[in-house]
């Protein structure tokens, strides 16, 4: 691990005041740590904004709004997440081990880096991780990566299954920073590569994710969250689903779908929610808006079983909700 | 060694009164500290002034250095030393088997992580900086990774000078062109799995004022890591001292040197302590792992199911170095047909050379591979046949008596069938599918992904055959040095030998063996090292028979020593004489005197050393061999699984074993070896696999690389029964290997059975589930 100094920080200002384009904020440390470790990520300085506050679980008029610096394991267990937003409940439920959900913030998990192999590993290219070095993972080990919103610079997964629950329902992201207070629909906060992956969100220079908002939505208590891994826990998703639904007598009045593991950021699925609405819901009309949606699917060499998983996944959670 | 360090002993509190001789199940001497986490690790171990090393590794699978500047790392503030293989006092060489493994590299490297330079300096952090310092030049080199074109493609680079073959074994036996009624046939391939030992590669040497050096580690053979260190530092042995500390597992994976020369190299040069720890990913670059396989494999049958022949071709990727690719070459030869009588076999080994990530020991060595294949294709000849694949097994299944196609003749009890039996009629456990289910107990499990949709059962079976020792006509044996006291006015045994415990009970085992030999209750168990006769290894299930052979033969002569004093005394004969709760009794005249008496101020210590029956090798061209193996042992496994059919999930529901072991000298130990073995193959059935793509390693993390968590391992049924085998101390039969062999094969019979599919590769993921219907749809 490269030298570097530590500051707590005490107020979001002395927090903005110390940061650089070298100094990198340090909440729960699972992923920033990790990265210092293996020489991926090399700030000078570490700034800690576990003293900032950016606590709180509520539910309003609204929506529910959780603050940046909540543990995940808090927020999982919290009884009005579980009750109204369960896919957000579960989604997190799925991530990570015990240990680390007790010490990753919510902030942290939306912003945790990809778990690609060559961005991990220092010793190979990566345009995430040195920009302009290549993509090896355009032909190599890519059995776990994207299939939707990849470019010839970078096919790594988006790593979070909070953020594909969270986009699911329209979240939004609080954001503070030098210049002030801003709030961004989280879909669009998150980039796709294109040819600069290693831009991976909107956040300005100095910019802190201060809380997560989710508008009131009646549905999301019949809302879930499946997901396809090689291990029962602490493993990250080979695909999965978040959806809320809303039937009545068997007819789809409204739904959201967004897909993980699948996609270089968190992947809503507009096409498939658009061919379901007004439908009655039967498995093949479930299959068909999922087809439908997911028809833009480019499959790696050794990814190809992805399209297809990632589809009987999303059929089998939309009638499991409307069952 | 000097006054101001304080060197760890081995960290054990061996002291505990604890009763129980064999056959029953005594608490681990180490088991409390282990499970307070007061234990000491290899990792823990620490001396006053010590530096610490770090390895510079080569970051290309196949290079040819062209320089390697050390002088800027040398002089980065804290550095003590910077050594390259100029540094290396003695021959640069070692191995298991064959010694084609430099220390340090020369002119090439062959597989990225392979050790190229040393550091030593007054941090960890500073010794791993000065590393990136050390300036190489390589000359990058088109690596060779495709095993079985490096067995017949001359024109890939010879990366030793005898070529890439490390060796090949052919073995045939009756007419290898037999043919039969019905024949299946299939290419079966194996991924690379790793031991996943939690305890770091560690060490600590200590320079002494004679020259020498003292190492403190966490190995699995003493005596076989001092005899090539000194070699390699060019000492005498005596020079080369090593010690146990604790050991966080091996499975076969500290068989190789891993830090061992380098550690004592840097504390020789610069005269101090020197502690070197390797970090996980460090450690899936520095020790060795199990060998990926390609099988061909033919079964031809009589239409009533009685196998005509077993045609076979192997090949064994052994990557950069040599490490224990020849025993993998002969056991998965003389095992490959399975636990069945069959009267014509052709089956051809190769192991290779490669330039991917060196393969060695691993539990089951060279018997797990074959063990999928030939269990894989039963299955699928029971489906030819329309036969029940237990009864398949069962008509073909050797027994005492057999002879295998090695020629050898199975020379004790072999219960191959009766294990089948006993899982049979094993209870099956109820199917999960009435709502509401719990979801724990589903595919997928707290993944949420079913509540019972496209949920499938699955039953496969299995049955292997595993060597116990080592084999091949090499001399295989323990020492024991037993000595016998009086301590605060009670006799006391201590044990010493070199055997290391590296988890699976060995120093319980010892203890038990020495109270039921010497009817004393206090035990002690000396620290390992090499102050006492070679001990081999922790591996090929071989430790409670030859090391607990050795422990008997040595208290046996104690006792003699001590019956001799008391017959002198009491005007007894010896031969009338007995030991009971503490006592000298004698078949005449009753109790004579208690041992703390007829002992008085002398102490007994006797050194002995167990041999097992002579082996021989397998015949180069034909395979034959009057007893290749000194031992067989046998375990069959009934896998119960669900498969979520639509999104290629398996969840194992139930894992039930029935094992021979011989005699059970601790039950509760043998259940939990067979526990563990068993998690073990379901790890390589489902999940485990070391991804290698050109020579890299892809996933060296316990993040990536999967082992199971409880959540994924299933209740067991351990079905132990104990066919003595005449020829052991105690009748005993191996038990650490076997479960692990015949847990993948039935979990992988289970999801076929499932799923109709194939399944030619293991381990199986949502991929090969899926994919035929993937590809229909």
Not at chain 1, 261 to 280: D, F
Not at chain 2, 269 to 278: D, E, F, L, Q, W
Not at chain 2, 606 to 627: A, I, K, N
Not at chain 2, 666 to 687: K, R
């Amino acid at each position: 691990m490269r030298a570097f100094e530590y500051a707590a920080a005490r107020t979001p200002a002395d927090a903005f005041a110390r940061t650089t384009p070298r100094t990198a904020y340090l909440a729960g440390g699972t992923t920033l740590v990790d990265l210092m470790k293996l020489g991926v990520v090399e700030p000078d300085a570490v700034i800690d904004i576990n003293g900032l506050g950016l606590r709180g679980i509520r539910l309003d008029r609204d929506g529910l709004r959780v603050g940046a610096l909540e543990r995940m394991s808090d927020v999982a267990e919290h009884p009005v997440v579980a009750a109204e937003f369960p896919v957000v409940a579960q989604a997190l439920q799925a991530s990570a081990s015990p240990q680390i959900r007790n010490m990753a913030s919510i902030g942290g998990n939306l912003l945790q880096r990809t778990r690609c192999g060559y961005f991990r590993d220092v010793a190979t290219a990566c345009n995430k991780r040195q920009p302009g070095s290549g993509c090896p993972a355009q032909t190599g080990a890519n059995r776990g990566h994207a299939v939707f919103g990849t470019s010839a610079s970078c096919v790594a997964t988006h790593a979070s299954d909070l953020a594909v629950a969270l986009v699911a329902l329209d979240a939004r992201v609080e954001l503070a920073g030098p210049a002030g207070r801003r709030e961004v629909p989280l879909a669009d906060f998150y980039r796709l590569p294109g040819d600069s992956p290693q831009v991976e969100n909107d956040l300005r220079p100095g910019e802190l994710v201060t809380a997560v908002a989710v508008p009131r939505l009646a549905f999301a208590r019949r809302s879930t969250y499946l997901k396809v891994r090689d291990r029962q826990s602490y493993e990250f998703a080979l695909v999965s689903v978040a959806a809320a639904l809303d039937v009545r007598n068997g007819t789809v009045r409204d739904v959201r779908l967004a897909v993980g593991g699948v996609g270089t950021r968190p992947w809503r699925l507009p096409l498939a929610e658009q061919a379901l609405r007004g439908k009655r819901l039967t498995e093949a009309t479930a299959r068909q808006a999922v087809e439908a949606g997911t028809a833009d699917a480019r499959p790696l060499a050794f990814n190809a079983f992805k399209p297809a998983l990632l589809r009987r996944t999303a059929v089998r959670t939309l009638l499991a909700l409307g069952g | 060694m000097t006054d101001q360090t304080s060197p760890a002993r081995t960290p054990q509190r061996l002291d505990e009164v604890i009763t129980g001789g064999i056959g029953t199940s005594p608490l681990r001497p180490d088991g409390t500290l282990k499970v307070r986490g007061e234990f000491a690790y290899s990792s823990d171990l620490w001396a006053d002034g010590m530096l610490w090393g770090a390895t510079l590794r080569s970051p290309h699978p196949y290079a040819r250095i062209l320089s390697v500047d050390t002088g800027p790392a040398l002089a980065h503030p804290g550095v003590s030393a910077v050594l390259t293989h100029q540094d290396v006092p003695g021959e640069n060489i070692y191995g298991l088997k064959t010694a084609d493994t430099p220390a340090l590299a020369e002119d090439v490297v062959r597989y990225k992580g392979e050790p190229v330079a040393l550091v030593a300096a007054d941090h960890p952090e500073t010794a791993r900086r000065a590393l990136e310092k050390i300036v190489v030049a390589y000359e990058v080199l088109e690596p060779v990774t495709d095993p079985e074109r490096a067995a017949h493609d001359d024109t890939l680079p010879a990366l030793h000078p005898g070529g890439n073959v490390v060796r090949y074994q052919p073995i045939v036996q009756g007419d290898p062109d037999a043919v039969a009624d019905v024949v299946v046939s299939d290419v079966y391939t194996l991924g690379m799995q790793d031991q996943a030992f939690l305890g770091p590669e560690s060490g600590l040497a200590i320079p002494d004022e004679d020259g020498g050096v003292d190492l403190f580690l966490a190995t699995q053979w003493l005596h076989v890591d001092q005899r090539q260190t000194a070699r390699a530092l060019g000492l005498p042995l005596e020079k080369v001292r090593f010690t146990m500390s604790g050991v966080g597992g091996a499975f076969g994976g500290r068989e190789d040197l891993s830090m061992q020369i380098h550690c004592c190299m840097l504390a020789l040069h610069t005269g101090r302590p020197v502690k070197m720890v390797y970090g996980r990913e460090e450690s899936f670059y520095g020790h060795v792992h199990r060998h990926p396989a390609k099988m061909y494999y033919e079964h031809g049958a009589t239409k009533d199911g009685k196998l005509v022949y077993i045609k076979a071709r192997m090949y064994f990727d052994g990557g950069a170095y040599a490490s224990k690719t020849p025993v993998v070459v002969s056991n998965a030869t003389s095992l490959g047909t399975g636990p069945y009588e069959v009267p014509n076999v052709r089956i051809e080994g190769w192991g290779l050379y490669t330039n991917n990530p060196p393969c060695g020991a691993m539990r089951g060595l060279g018997a797990v591979q074959p063990a999928y294949a030939y269990e894989s294709q039963m299955d699928k000849l029971a489906k030819a046949l329309d036969m029940d694949p237990v009864l398949l097994r069962q008509i073909n299944a050797v027994s005492e008596g057999s002879t295998l196609h090695t020629g050898q003749v199975l020379d004790s009890p072999a219960p191959v069938a009766e294990l089948l039996e006993r899982l049979k009629r094993l209870p099956m456990p109820l199917e999960n599918r009435t709502a509401p289910a719990d979801v724990r107990d589903l595919p997928g499990g707290i993944s949420n992904t079913t509540h019972g949709e496209g949920v499938v059962r699955g039953v496969g079976y299995s049955v292997i055959i595993k060597n116990v020792s080592y084999a091949e006509g090499a001399d295989d044996y323990s020492t024991a040095r037993v000595r016998l006291e009086v301590i605060g006015g009670e006799p006391v045994a201590m044990v010493h030998t070199a055997a290391a415990e590296v988890g699976q009970g060995l120093v319980t085992v010892q203890q038990q063996i020495a109270r039921t030999e010497l009817a004393v209750e206090r035990v002690n168990i000396h620290p390992n090292d090499t102050n006492v006769g070679d001990a081999g290894s922790s591996s090929a299930s071989r430790q409670t028979y030859v090391t607990g052979g050795a422990v008997k033969n040595a208290c046996e002569a104690v006792r003699d020593v001590l019956f001799a004093k008391a017959a002198r005394r009491f005007g007894e004969r010896p031969a009338d004489l007995s030991l009971v709760g503490g006592k000298v009794v004698s078949s005449t005249t009753g109790v004579i005197a208690d041992i703390a008496d007829v002992l008085g101020d002398d102490v007994i210590e006797e050194t002995r050393e167990y041999h097992h029956l002579r082996t021989y090798e397998l015949d180069p061209v034909t395979g034959q061999s009057p007893r290749v193996h000194v031992q067989h042992a046998y375990s069959a496994h009934r896998a119960v699984v669900d498969v979520d059919t639509e999104l290629g999930l398996v969840k194992v529901v139930r894992l039930d074993c029935a094992q021979d072991v011989g005699k059970a000298v601790n039950p509760d130990a043998v259940v939990a070896q067979i526990q563990g073995g068993s998690t073990q193959g379901l790890g390589l059935a489902v999940m485990e696999e070391i991804q290698v793509e050109g020579g890299h390693i892809r996933n060296p993390s316990f993040t990536d690389y999967l082992i199971p968590t409880i959540m994924d391992t299933p209740p067991m049924t351990i079905d132990v029964i104990e066919r003595a085998d005449p020829n052991s101390p105690y009748g005993v039969r191996g038990v650490g290997e076997p479960p692990t062999i015949s847990a993948t094969p039935a979990i992988v019979n289970a999801i076929r059975n499932a799923t109709g599919l194939d399944l030619t590769h293991t381990p199986v993921g949502p991929e090969h589930i899926c994919g035929p219907a993937f590809a229909r749809a």
